[in-house]
């Protein structure tokens, strides 16, 4: 059974940073692509990025430049450092893993999430 947990999430003004952790009881945290994903008030889950079980990095545009994903195998956990916070960041954030190499950008490529996480940023 895949569990993913996320922490991190907060009520931030824009500008500042935040660090988002996806700790994961996979097993074997290694064999799978992670992703994160965000759901804004009345809108869609969307794609933030992803990092693949080799390491490659994918991002959308809207947070490319602001925005890294990061992992650690060993402690079986993802990372999303999101820098120069935005009032439009403001979303329940996701993490999301398949197992693969791949990194999807749709939400129903993936078959295991966490519970999500609020990030609030204020102008």
Do not use: H
């Not at 794609?47 to 809207?62: A, H, K, L």
């Not at 994903?69 to 999301?96: E, F, H, W």
Request: glycine share 14%; hydrophobic share 30%; with cysteine.
């Amino acid at each position: 059974q895949v569990q993913l947990v996320e922490s991190g999430g907060g009520l931030v003004q824009a500008g500042v940073s935040l660090r988002l952790a996806c700790a994961g009881t996979v097993g074997s945290f290694n064999i799978y692509s992670m992703g994160w994903f965000l759901r804004a008030p009345g809108k869609e889950r969307e794609f933030v990025g992803g990092i693949s079980w080799t390491g490659e990095r994918t991002s959308s545009d809207s947070v490319k430049g602001r925005f890294t994903i990061s992992r650690d195998n060993g402690k079986d956990t993802m990372y999303l450092q999101m820098n120069s916070l935005k009032p439009d960041d403001t979303a329940v954030y996701y993490c999301a893993a398949r197992p693969g190499p791949t990194v999807f950008t749709s939400p129903g490529q993936y078959g295991y999430w966490g519970q999500g996480t609020q990030v609030t940023v204020s102008s």
